[in-house]
């Protein structure tokens, strides 16, 4: 089968369609997007960092407050709509990424986030999370990662380790976990990028990225849970250990681990992270966040062995491709104009009609 | 004209059966076409088998279509045809019960093969065999006619053995004096990009009914005269059809874009397939990856000012109960259409059944009061579907419409209603704020109520001033801020219910149909079995003895009057293709001891079965056997 209409779709960006605020509007403060709710995290809760970042780097949208949406699911993390002075929804477990389709899709001028966790987003919700990648909807999904379950109190989630003992593995789960930005990457996500609670600059830039990506943004977010799973980044915040353990990916820049090592490709087209000394001339590995093939990406999101010696941080991949909702909204703005725009009551009345009427006197 | 002599009738019911690669659908729907350009009524009965094709010849494949038709309105489908289509040994074996000494049985000969009567267990067969003595047997070797029709075709075996359903419904057509020129049409619009395949169509169609019109074995040519019907214009329309075009209808008359999350199941697919090719009139749809999320691109569409719908059948419901239950508290308009079908788990998917009230009424965690409504016919899902958006849409919650398998694909002819005569849905949004903080500065409650409907604001995103967040939470009374508090608690669980009791103050009362005012007993229904049930009162009013008959289109909230309609009669006979499930809720409700005829045979009701029922319980009555 093929497309029926080229829809001519242009590639704008992610609030494109979105209102923005007059050039001489006072511009908007941290203050104007705090909700007057209470926040509830436990003391230490990464997810007041992302909050206040989130806080911090609206106002540089630029839109009017009224047509930002933030969607949750359910979990610790997806409280975060409620204390953001924003239209929100606080939904039911997993099904955010579907709700905000619905939303996204039927209002253009609308900039809709997505907010959940790991068991939200990859188990309940694992679904709605991979269709709405495919579908590349213009969505921000902000995956909290802290490997566990938090709001029912520290079972283990689909990001835990082999082996984690939590309440509900005493001797060790045996389960093998998803890797979220190789999960996102084969569902061919248009953006993805990973970033951690704890860098407010880096997670800025990351965010700055994914709201101007139109389609699918899904960014994963390293929490910490200081009370279920207290340290469980702490190697890649360690001053001593993250200047080796962490990839800080640039687009067009080599890929570096620490100042000694870098990522190089070998022949059979394989990473492996190497001494710079010993790195053949041209085998470093430059990054192409726009590449159209998610391969390079993805075998960048398998570095790291499970035990975090090699952790890629940045944008992972960015690239163009039409969105479900331009594309859905093309077709009935294609029908309209086609038909002889908006159909009105003697268009109705044909319908009702159809094709093959009788009359009664 | 015709040479044979004409007879009258006031009723025929035809049923074409076949096997499921025998294009029996088509030419049962091309006869009602004929029939309703006539100007008879009718009513049909698709019945077909889950499986896109069964194994040819056998009888799980039979695939029947069944077609009342009268010069008086009519009802119901028929309980029993007076007329047998069977094109092979597994369609007559399959049907041949139903019908009665007497019958009329056109057999295709050509399909009675040794091996084809051995697939359905035939030894010998039985049109030779004198079985079929008590019925009027035309023997008909519909096949190999056809191919010798189309000799000169350059098509190969096969593909002219497959018009022999063009050549049936030509004699048909004969039989009952139906015109052809609305099928031929059909056929031209069809098979426009294979002139060959449309000729070979045409030439069958029309060998067909030259066939009765030289043939000795049909002597008689009948005819039935149009019914009385109110002056207007009409079409044919399916369930499905309508409930598509009420949706449409509403969302233009209320002004909002129409959003179908909808993930496919039989039988509700055709409302996501009819409702993709209106785009032109301001709908979306989006096939979703599960019922979930269906359901949940309904509710945030809703959520962002659209009017959200989700269709589907039983399993689906069951699927989508966790975000009907997020439509409750979050209080947003939401129409979820169940087609239902026959259950549990998978169960019957082709057949009808009316199973799924109690999960509608009840099936969610909490107490989550929804409005639950149902058509009676196939062309009252026009009119349920705009009432479903009007309760949707003024009391900002979701409404779960119960339509079923027989009406969904059933047809009859539906007077086309003029666009100024549908109802008005004007929907208000907010615009502003709506009330005053304790310094007396205006602010925005998205949970503080109309006072008369209790409905709460729809204020969507995109109206500044007014941001806020809801969610699935208890939410406080008024501020809808998150709220553990236990007194709120008590008070938000009894005003959402409230709010649905209230929806009985804008519906109208239970009729009661008794013509002569002396019926002591009353059947009372909902859905589908209307006209099973009306039938089966005519059946019994027209051997002298009253009875009264209602019908419910409104389950949740029941209309106000219903408990006094209950108990002013001496018995009341609820029938339902269930185990009893209105019953329960009339007995819980009313302490009316109501009593329950139930049949899931995954049919509808026949009206002499129901007959039968109602004369028992009226000469109890006169007993006074309680
Ligand atoms: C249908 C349903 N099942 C289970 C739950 C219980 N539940 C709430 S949150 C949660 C897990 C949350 O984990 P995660 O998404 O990682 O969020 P976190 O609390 O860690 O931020 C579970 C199992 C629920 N609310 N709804
Ligand atoms: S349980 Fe963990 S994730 Fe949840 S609020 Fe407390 S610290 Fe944060
Ligand atoms: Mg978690």
Redesign the interface.
Known sequence: MTTGTDLGMPSPGGTHGV?RLPEDAPKQTKKDFT?D?EVRWCPGCGDYAVLAAVQGFLPDLGL??????F?SG?GCSSRF??YL????????HG?AP??????????E??SVWVITGDGDALSIGG??LI?AMRRNVNLTILLFNNKIYGLTKGQYSPTSEVGSVTKSTPVGSVDHPFNPVSLALGAEASFVARTMDSDRAHLTTVLQAAAEHRGTALVEIYQNCPIFNDGAFQLLKDRDEKEARVLTLAHGEPVRAGNDHVVVRAPDGSLAVVPEADAEPGSVLVHDATDEDPSLAFALSRLDDGSMTHIPMGVFRSVTRPTYDDQ??A??D???ST?GG??D?E???A????G?????? | MSSKPLQRLDRVVIRFAGDSGDGMQLTGDRFTSETAALGNDLSTLPNFPAEIRAPAGTLPGVSSFQLHFADHDVLTPGDRPDVLVAMNPAALKANLADLPRGGTIIVNTDEFSKRNLAKVGYAASPVEDGSLESWHVHEIALTSITVEALADFGLTRKEKERAKNMLALGLLSWMYSRPLDGTEAFLRAKFAKAPEILEANLTALRAGYNYGETTEDFAVRFEVAPAAMPAGTYRTITGNAAMALGLVSAAHRAGLPLVLGSYPITPASDILHTLSGMKRYGVTTLQAEDEIAAVGMALGASFGGALGVTSTSGPGLALKAETIGLGVSTELPLVILDIQRGGPSTGLPTKTEQSDLLQAIHGRNGESPVAVIAPQSPSDCFDIAMEAVRIATTYRTPVIVLSDGYLANGSEPWRVPSVEDLPHLDVEFATGPNDTDADGNPVFHPFLRDPETLARPWAVPGTAGLEHRIGGIEKADVTGHISYDPDNHDKMTRLRQGKIDRIADTIPDLEVDDPSGEARVLVLGWGSTYGPIAAAARLVRATGLPVAQAHLRHLSPFPANLGDVLRAYDRVIVPEMNLGQLALLLRGQFLVDVQSHTAVRGLPFPAADLAEVLHKAIAQTLEGVQ
């Open positions: 209102p909700s709710q009017k407050r009224e047509n930002i949406v969607v359910i709509p409620y002075d924003t239209y929100g929804m606080h939904s039911i099904r579907a709700i905000a389709t619905g939303l996204a899709t039927s209002r001028d609308l679904n709605h269709h859905v909204r077709q009935v294609a029908a309209r038909g908006t159909a009551d268009d109705l009345a319908l009702l009609r159809g093959d009427t009788w009359t009664v006197a």
